[in-house]
């Protein structure tokens, strides 16, 4: 599988729900506002958990989100972060990284184990899960929110894919 391309999807999309989000902050109710900022914060956690993992490195963070909700700058900046780390890392990852088993300890202090390819195929899928989560919550105030679909950012990336369907 290549996740290379996955990773830049993730990435996009990420970038494209915080600029929407960002837009249109100030309309959101404060409880919601909290919720979006927090439920992609979340996702941020987590991915640098897992990169910490696949490093061998000292985790960052002792639980699944952070006590402090960070501002919509500073989740875009740690959100860049970890998504260009994990583009550039599917991008160079061989078969055997991919097969590599990764045991670590959850944040809850039960152990696990997982292929690297199972931990990138998590953090895709669960970023989208909260991706839709905080899409909800501009839905729910009547306000824009992104068309976050691997095919919308495939057309976008690669025009001529357009051309002959």
């Known amino acids: 599988m290549d996740f290379s391309k996955a990773f830049q999807y993730k990435k996009w999309a990420n970038n494209e ?3 929407i ?3 249109q902050f100030s309309r959101l109710p404060e409880s919601d506002a909290t919720f979006f900022v927090r439920i992609l914060n ?3 956690v987590v991915d640098s958990l897992f990169i910490s993992r696949i490093l061998g490195e000292p985790e ?5 989100n952070t006590i402090e909700t960070p501002t919509i700058s500073e989740l875009r900046d740690t959100m860049n972060q970890n998504d260009s780390w994990l583009v550039q890392y599917a991008g160079e990852a061989s078969r ?3 097969e590599k088993v990764v045991s670590f300890k959850f944040v809850d202090g039960d152990t696990g184990q997982m292929l690297i390819e199972e931990i990138l195929l998590h953090l895709l899928t669960h970023g989208s899960n909260h991706r ?3 899409s909800r919550v501009l839905a729910e105030n009547n306000l824009e929110r992104p068309k976050d679909t691997f ?13 002959g369907g």
């Open 132 to 134: 839709g989560m905080a």
């Open 42 to 44: 979340h996702t941020t």
């Open 21 to 23: 989000g960002e837009q």
């Open 60 to 64: 960052k963070y002792n639980g699944d």
């Open 151 to 163: 095919t919308r950012y495939l057309h976008q990336v690669e025009p001529l894919r357009r051309v």
């Open 17 to 19: 729900l915080l600029d």
């Open 96 to 98: 055997e990284d991919l």
